[in-house]
């Protein structure tokens, strides 16, 4: 078993859509970034990508790639999870928290849930997501940002790794 963690920030800006865990949700400002900008997404893949020891997000996905500009995160953790299977490795879990002062996310942490573990092929009780404010606090709790933070359990399955090894 191998434990990743994951962190992203993102600046709120008007003119852009606020995508967190594959999910729109109708706010006055949305996250700038080069893809869609989803924090929630993005920490999750960080978290994986650790887990597997294979280096960062924007190893796989860098920033002046064209093919990755407005690209959903949800297209990219595809890619991970395959990249999880080709390796041999299996998610089990992950644990996951937002942090913002507005908007309020519970509403939406359902489909968010439903979003990242289908892709990812686990259970729904496998994804957790949490949010939290920072009372007013840092760059987060005055409304410039939403950050977000991931743990995710990945285990070996070596029986899978030896078959793709022979697919090659």
Known sequence: MRIG????VHKLVKGRKLVIGGVEIKFKKGL??????????HAVIDSLIGAM???DIGFHFPAN???????S???????ISDLIRSKGYSVVNIDSTIVAEAPK???YAREMRLNISSVLGIPE??????SKTEEGLGFTGKGQGIAAYAVSLIESNILQYA???FKR
């Open 105 to 107: 996310f519970s509403p």
């Open 5 to 8: 963690f994951g962190y992203d």
């Open 125 to 130: 009780n496998c994804v957790n997501i949490k």
């Open 53 to 55: 020891g294979e280096h």
């Open 73 to 79: 995160s949800l297209l990219m953790l595809e890619k």
């Open 32 to 41: 700038a970034g080069y893809s869609d900008a989803d924090v929630l997404v």
């Open 163 to 165: 078959t793709n090894l």
């Open 65 to 71: 790639d064209p093919r990755y500009k407005g690209i």
